[in-house]
């Protein structure tokens, strides 16, 4: 039986692990190697590593560190980051990657994804859609952004979504940027939208301050993938920098009360 994946999200920025709030002001919180090992200890479901840097300043995958992650991490990880063209997922996956995510170059180009999947199988092809409200004073609704929320595009997240999924994506990410670092809980509106809209896996990014948090959006979107950065990173009100994560009993207690028997 399929069961909730619980996904930690760290973020590298200048080579380190950092932690944003609205995408913005990145926090060191590490070193990112030493939070895989950790990690591994902890026996978490999935793993997503995402450079902040590489598609703002229009760089190459770094693929020393990319090595360095695959060599250490013992569960699956997913590698975004700078990642234009089907040649250089495939040399991701072929350093011990199981998946690769693209966002800026997906929305620019969605047949990169079928290229993507042609080279290095559906499963491994992951599109990230950032999401955010509509900038200016008389907007409503919400936007897609990339570039770190730099850069806005007049589309609809869930009919992107689709596009995406019918392009060759094996799995959608929705992040949304209000949230991101809040800690006060996912967008479900929009999550339950993209759930029933898709029929690739979905995880969803942004907001979660605790495993009731996750618990809800189990509750609301089924087996999806429930992915945290802050949650995991940081302990108590005053964000003491600790990685953590759910012991599996807790996992056990959180599956048994968010899905239905």
């Known amino acids: 039986m399929l069961r909730p994946r619980i996904i930690p999200c ?5 080579g380190g692990l950092v932690k944003t709030v609205g995408f ?11 939070a895989v090992k950790i990690f591994n200890e902890k026996e978490a479901d999935e793993l997503v590593v995402l450079d902040i840097d590489a598609s703002v300043k229009g760089v190459e995958p770094n693929y020393a560190l990319i090595a360095k992650l ?28 199981e998946k690769v995510s693209v966002s800026a170059a997906a929305v620019a180009r969605p047949g990169l994804l079928g290229e993507m999947a042609t080279a290095i199988g559906r499963q491994s092809v992951v599109a990230v859609i950032d999401v955010r409200k509509k900038s200016g004073l008389f907007s409503s609704g ?50 339950q939208r993209l ?16 495993l009731d948090d996750m618990g809800e959006l189990i509750r609301r979107c089924g087996v999806v993938g429930a992915a945290a950065g802050s949650l995991f990173v940081f302990k108590g ?20 009360t968010a899905l239905p028997r």
Do not use: W
Request: charged share 20%.
């Open 24 to 34: 913005k002001d990145p926090k060191y919180v590490g070193d990112p190697i030493n």
């Open 142 to 191: 919400l936007e897609v952004c990339t570039h770190n929320a730099k850069r806005a595009h007049p589309q609809d997240p869930v009919e992107l979504a689709r596009q995406l999924e019918a392009a060759g994506a094996g799995e959608i990410v929705l992040n949304s940027v209000e949230r991101d670092g809040a800690m006060k809980g996912y967008d479900l509106d929009l999550a």
């Open 70 to 97: 695959a060599a250490e991490c013992r569960m699956p990880l997913c590698y975004g980051g700078g990642i234009t063209s089907a040649q250089q997922a495939s040399r991701i996956i072929d350093l011990g990657v």
């Open 237 to 256: 009100q005053y964000r003491a920098v600790l990685i953590n994560y759910p012991t599996p009993q807790q996992k056990d207690a959180l599956f048994a």
């Open 195 to 210: 759930r029933s809209a898709l029929s690739v896996p979905l995880t969803v990014l942004g907001g979660a301050g605790s």
């Open 10 to 14: 760290l973020l590298v920025h200048n």
